[in-house]
Structures are given as structure tokens and as C-alpha cells.
């Protein structure tokens, strides 16, 4: 009989806890209040990986960027690399600093591409590399210097997606390149104002290896940059033995450039920009490489290789 009463009494508070369940909702809102919450910490926990592998990620006091088509991680040359927009004249002209015979409407190739940067602004090693050749070209590129490079690393962060401008004759390697026989190795900075590097040294990427200047030919000018190369034979006259940068490195130009970018380029425009005096003291003024007889043939078998413009 016992047993039968508990049995009643149970069934009769379970009705109870029915019954109050129903005259007071609250109970239900407040399970749905809960659903919500979660599902809107999980949304703002994804929101918040798409905003943080968006971002930048400093490496070596430089800014290491996310490429957007292939999602790679790359050193840049300088921080915030962007094409001038101005030409030497401090003529508005955004295809001038590109890789390809975007000088002269077509007449005259640009080996490398130029970066916007004050003079003093960082340079860093986008690769682990070594220092292979270094001098001053007066009438040239200044105080510059190639870097050797593991060319396997060097193509782990090439852009699938690059496209050059054929509008402006910009071109993605140059004729004499076979991409089944040569290994693109060379990384070159020029109209350099001071280096922290020297012949033989090895570098890491992200590492500070030399500060921006007018250097060489690039005295006078209104659009202060560096020079920047990529090349599977450290010589070569015009486009020859060179690739553009911009197949690797993704450099704002045109219309990527934002306001504060055209902002800053038009003011450094205003100026005219020499080299500082001194900088060529302690350095050779000719190719060590080609002091020691140890040149590349750039030359070698040109005529009979398949042209590659693109």
C-alpha cells in the first residue's frame, strides 16, 4: 500500500511540474535564450578566425602578408610594398615602375619593378639567402646587391593567380626564360643608401639587411623607391634572364592603391630626391663577380631558346 501511495504521489507531481511548466513559459524561453547564445558565440568565434587570418603577422620587425588568391605567407622587400605612382619626373604615371617595356609606349624594357619608399625605410630579406655580389654602378643602380636564394623556397611562394598587365606591356618573364630548364635564384635591391650585409654573408628572411636611398640613377628623382629583381642569371641586358616580381610578391599598384597610399606618394612627388653624399665610401664601384671572372653567360645559347612572353 506504501508503495501504491508513492507511485500516486509521483504521478501527481509530475502533473504538477506539467501543469506549471505550461502556465509558466518561462522555463522554455529561457532554453531558447540559451540556444541563442551559443549560436551566436560559435558565429562571432568564426567571424573572429576570418578577421585574425586576415590579418598581418609580424615577422622580424616586417609584415608578413596573406596573399588572398593562394593563401600564402610571404617577407615582404619593405613594409607595405606598393608600385610608385609617379615617375621620375613626379608625372603621375602607375605602369611607369612595372616589370616588362612599359618604358617609352613599349621602346624601352624595366627589368625589375620599383617599390615606393623614403629614403631610410627597411629593407629586409624576403628569403633565408646568401649575399653573392655587391658594388656601386654610379650611373646605374647605385649601391645595390643580389642575394642567392633556394630556388625550390622561392617557388613554394609563387602567386597561382598572377595575371601581367597586358595593357601596359607589362610582361611575366622575359623571352629567353625555359621554365623547364632554368631555376630562378637571384633576388636583387638597388639605389640602396646603406647595407648591414656584406660579400659571403648568409641572411635570414624577415632580417633588416640594408635601408632604402636615390642612389645611381635614381638621384633627382620625385619617386623615391627600391628597385627590386628577381632573376635566374644575376646579368643581362634589357628583360634578359629576368621574371617579374609581381609573380611572387604581391605589390599594390593602381587602383589597390588607397587614399592614405596616393596621399603619401603625391607628397614625397613634391620633392626632389638626391643621393645622400658618402654613401659609395668602402664599396666597389664594379661587379666583384665580374672583377673575378666568375660572370654568368647570359648569353649562352639565346638564339636557340623558346620565347616566353606573356
Known sequence: MENENKNVNEILDEKKEEKAGKENPKSGKKTG?????????????????IIFNGRNIKLGGNVVNEDEDDKIFR?????????TYYNFRGEAYPDWAKFGMTRSNGARGHQGIDIFALPGTDVYAVLDGKIVDMYV?????????????DPKELEKIKRKNF?????????????NYDPNTMQIKYIRYCHLSEVNVKIGDTVKAGQVIAKTG?????????????????????????????????????????????????????????????????YDKGFSEKSTLLEAGKNPNENKNLKNMKQKKK
Do not use: C
Open 75 to 83: 617577407v615582404n622587400p619593405v613594409k607595405d610594398p606598393q608600385v
Open 163 to 175: 595575371k601581367p598587365k597586358e595593357s601596359a606591356r607589362e610582361w611575366a618573364y622575359s623571352e
Open 214 to 278: 636615390t642612389t645611381g640613377n635614381a638621384s633627382g628623382t620625385h619617386a623615391p623607391h627600391v628597385h627590386f629583381e628577381i632573376a635566374f642569371e644575376m646579368r643581362g641586358k634589357g628583360l634578359i634572364n629576368r621574371v617579374n616580381p609581381e609573380m611572387y610578391f604581391k605589390i599594390k599598384n593602381g587602383k589597390d592603391l588607397t587614399e592614405k597610399d596616393k596621399k603619401a606618394q603625391t607628397e614625397a612627388s613634391k620633392t626632389e630626391w638626391f643621393e645622400t653624399k658618402g
Open 33 to 49: 535564450v540559451i540556444l541563442g547564445i551559443t549560436a551566436l558565440l560559435i558565429l562571432g568565434i568564426i567571424i573572429l578566425g
Open 137 to 149: 654602378d654610379k650611373t646605374g643602380y647605385g649601391l645595390n646587391f643580389y642575394m642567392e636564394v
